[in-house]
């Protein structure tokens, strides 16, 4: 079956769960480069705590939308979609095949489904009254509002919840709604989505020591490194970090403050988990044959699509 839709590769899923070395073999395998699709990695320095793959474990493969950011700058998700359609066509147009990496759930399926973003812009006012409210009853706000939207955001995730109050105060519309219209536009794209399944507990237990290997790199002095420059943007909130303040302010002890650290790292897990278990396009691999079963699919796909 021809298409003149783009045919991308994307490795998906839970962090620390190999998608890296997935899409690093496949763009060796295949002739492919690849397309970040983390929100974290994209801001420079910030290479422990966001588990940034070092020249290492690329092995020479072209890596676009990484470490290119400073921690203050202010980065959409509409902005993400724009570069990263530009570093595709770049890829495609070289005859090169594009992998998709990335665990930010929002970046790829705005990416990949051709999601139109309406700008609106920033109420200050709006949010100045927002911020003053627990998270819990902006939450439960717009569950009554937008249950859609409220399904999909932890009430940790204050910025966001305000956000999408902001779309629906600015439009009088939900973000719901807007994202149904905005997929009207049919994909540019044929991804193949595949996404390494690991048991819950052996996932954490990967974690965990992924959590202690940070550490030994040296994730407390790059933490105390980053708030010294008093960053204040959304960078400041980068799991790793934020976890550690309390015993880089003199408030807690270490072991407890890296004990929360891997809880939010579990949490952070769980809840990609839960994003990418809602989409039936992921394939899903088995731990010891993912490289095996990838580079099947892949060559069934391009005889398919080809």
Known sequence: MKTDRIFAVVVCGATASGKTALAVHLAERFGGEIIGADSMQIYKDMSIATAKPSPGELRGTVHHLIDFL?????????DYVQLAREAIADVHGRGKLPVICGGTGLYINALIDNIEFVEIKADAAFRGEMKNKEASVLLEELRLKDPETAGQLHANNKKRVIRALEVLHA?????SELKSRS?????????LMMQIEFHRYELYERINKRVDEMLEKGLLEEAAAFYALKNS???????????????????SGLAECVENLKKSTRNYAKRQLTWFKKDSRIHLLKPGEAFEEA????????????
């Not at 400073?70 to 509409?78: D, G, L």
């Not at 997929?183 to 991804?191: A, F, M």
């Open 295 to 306: 580079e099947n699919l892949i060559l069934n796909a391009i005889t398919q699509f080809s």
């Open 171 to 175: 439009t009088g519309k939900t973000m």
């Open 233 to 251: 943007h959304t960078s400041a909130q980068a799991i790793g970090y934020k976890e550690l303040l309390p015993y880089l302010n003199g408030e």
């Open 70 to 78: 400073e921690p203050h700058e202010v980065f959409s998700v509409a």
């Open 183 to 191: 997929r009207l536009n049919p994909s540019p794209y044929e991804p």
